[in-house]
């Protein structure tokens, strides 16, 4: 079955200072992964997504994000954070051996500090 | 090109009643998938429908139910409300054809309150 764990709840940064959230899966093939974000009371908004190629993926609102195949890996950077940053945000993978859905790990909730 | 979009936003039932959500995909896409959303559970996939079939289902009781019309539109359907259903219920939309199905957009949601 595939997995898709944050294992950070809940992060706090400095506004301007960088961010990187972290994402781990497990999946038995190359897996699709994605990037959401969530602001309170909405639904999830997407931010970049991997497929294939390049392992480095840019998104929208300056965020990026790498794929690590050794490491099982895909997380999600920005190199100087805003307040109107401050979200949840989700990681998910999906692929054809689960059917045509995708798997969310909980979630890291930022907050962002003036 | 218009958003998904989902109604009722807001809705409180009492336990035992049943309630219906609409679902309005992006024009073009054929796919939608619906997920349930609580604090507790995280998101979690309920089913997803293309050309009117259920393709593929999560573990939820029989109670959630959903269809899909000739024209995308979705709704989904739980019968018997309990306590715990109570959360936001997010509709996606997503292209035909891998892996854009998996590119899956997000309506607003529905925010189900069982009283």
């Known amino acids: 079955a595939q997995s898709v764990t944050q294992p950070d709840i809940h992060i706090t940064v400095s506004e301007g200072a960088s961010l990187e959230l972290r994402c781990n899966y497990s999946y038995g093939a190359t897996p699709y992964l994605f990037w959401y974000v969530q602001s309170p009371g909405q639904g999830l908004q997407l931010l970049l997504k991997y497929f294939s190629g390049d392992t480095l993926v840019q998104g929208i609102k300056g965020f990026e994000a790498e794929f690590k195949r050794s490491q099982s890996s895909f997380n999600l950077r920005k190199p100087s954070v805003h307040w109107s940053d401050a979200a949840q945000y989700f990681c998910?993978?999906?692929?054809?051996?689960?059917?045509?859905?995708?798997?969310f790990g909980g979630g890291t909730r930022l907050m962002v500090k003036p | 090109k218009a958003g998904v979009t989902q109604t009722p936003r807001y809705l409180i039932k009492t336990r035992g009643q049943q309630v219906t959500l609409s679902c309005s995909p992006i024009?073009?896409?054929?796919?939608v998938s619906w997920y349930q959303q609580t604090p507790g559970q995280g998101l979690q996939f309920l089913f997803e429908y293309f050309s009117e079939t259920q393709r593929n289902k999560g573990n939820f009781p029989g109670r959630f139910s959903g269809r899909q019309f000739s024209n995308s539109r979705s709704e989904m359907n739980v019968s018997t409300l309990e306590l715990g259903d109570s959360a936001l219920y997010l509709c996606?939309?997503?292209?035909?054809?891998?892996?854009?199905?998996?590119?899956?957009?997000f309506g607003p949601g529905t925010r189900l309150t069982v009283t």
């Open positions: 998910a993978v999906g692929g054809s051996r689960a059917g045509n859905m995708l798997t």
């Open positions: 024009s073009g896409h054929r796919s």
């Open positions: 996606a939309s997503s292209q035909q054809g891998s892996p854009m199905t998996y590119e899956q957009y």
